[in-house]
């Protein structure tokens, strides 16, 4: 039960996570209000088109960060307390934020105010291919010359 709580209880709450954030509170018209009203609470102004692009591209970093920290919690979960470095946890840490990426983009499809896209799936998946590249660089860098 350790062990799971350890190292299976993180991905697993952040993954519920983003399934809970694949509801209409944060579509994207909810949150370019949010975006309008910290940028007005800061004093400046928008135009619409502006607005919309930086909902946007923040939203899409949302996901970048999201499917990457899924990502790195997966290869954590499925390496376990092994200190060195498998592929196969990689590949099932980027399968793992392929699969919830999938199951979301689908949920998103049945919501009116969400799109469910095949975009947004290959988006994440990048994100997490992209984390488990700088995880084994960073382990490569940084281990000790033998």
Known sequence: MHR???YW???????????AASSDV???SHTGGWIEVLISW?????SPAALDLLNHILRKIGHVTAY?????LSFRALRGGRPRWNPRWAIGAIALAALVASID????????????TWHD????????ILVQITI????VLLSPPT
């Not at 800061?42 to 928008?46: K, Y």
């Open 136 to 139: 084994r660089a960073a382990q």
């Open 121 to 128: 799936v290959v988006l994440d998946t990048a994100a997490a």
């Open 26 to 28: 944060f579509s994207a």
């Open 42 to 46: 800061l004093g400046r102004s928008l």
């Open 68 to 72: 990457g920290m899924l990502s790195a």
């Open 105 to 116: 983009e689908y949920h998103q499809s049945f919501i009116p105010s969400r799109t469910g």
């Open 9 to 19: 209880l993180p991905p697993i709450a952040w993954a519920a996570m983003i399934l």
């Open 4 to 6: 799971f709580l350890t």
